[in-house]
């Protein structure tokens, strides 16, 4: 339902990784933030375009209930001001993380993304959509 999303975002964490070994040896650090839910226009906007475009195929059970998560978690979610705070904590840091997490979710899903085989952290995913 989000493919597009993920894979522009795995990019950009591909496309930093590679970035930050090239150009170390010119002292240039290069970080990744990493954020969970934060409050925008993107989860409403998100939510009616996923039922006008997938609502009635055959993935409308699964687009029903990723449109009702968009809304449980918009009521939830994090002031952007917590990412920015994380990109100034980078840039001012003398040493910088590699890697930078904040919002909700974020660190929960990041452990637990590491914590359970691929097939579990899919149920689980898969589970939260119903």
């Known amino acids: 339902m989000g493919?597009?999303?993920?894979?522009?975002?795995?990019?950009?964490?591909?496309?930093?990784d590679s970035l930050r070994n090239e150009v170390r040896?010119?002292?240039?650090?290069?970080?990744?933030?990493?954020p969970g839910g934060i409050k925008s226009e993107m989860k409403d906007l998100g939510a009616v375009?996923?039922?006008r475009v997938s609502g009635n195929t055959v993935y409308k059970e699964l687009a029903s209930g990723l449109a009702k998560v968009y809304g449980?978690?918009?009521?939830?979610?994090s002031d952007p001001l917590v990412i920015a705070k994380?990109?100034?904590?980078g840039i001012e840091a003398?040493?910088?993380k590699t890697r930078y997490i904040g919002?909700?979710?974020?660190?929960?899903?990041?452990?637990?993304?590491?914590?359970?085989s691929d097939k579990l952290f899919d149920k689980m995913l898969m589970r939260s959509m119903k």
């Open 25 to 34: 040896q010119f002292g240039i650090d290069v970080i990744v933030i990493e």
């Open 86 to 89: 994380l990109i100034r904590t």
């Open 49 to 51: 375009d996923l039922m």
């Open 94 to 96: 003398r040493n910088p």
């Open 3 to 16: 493919s597009w999303y993920h894979a522009s975002k795995f990019a950009i964490e591909g496309l930093s």
């Open 103 to 116: 919002g909700k979710m974020a660190k929960p899903m990041l452990f637990m993304r590491k914590l359970l």
């Open 72 to 77: 449980e978690m918009e009521k939830s979610d």
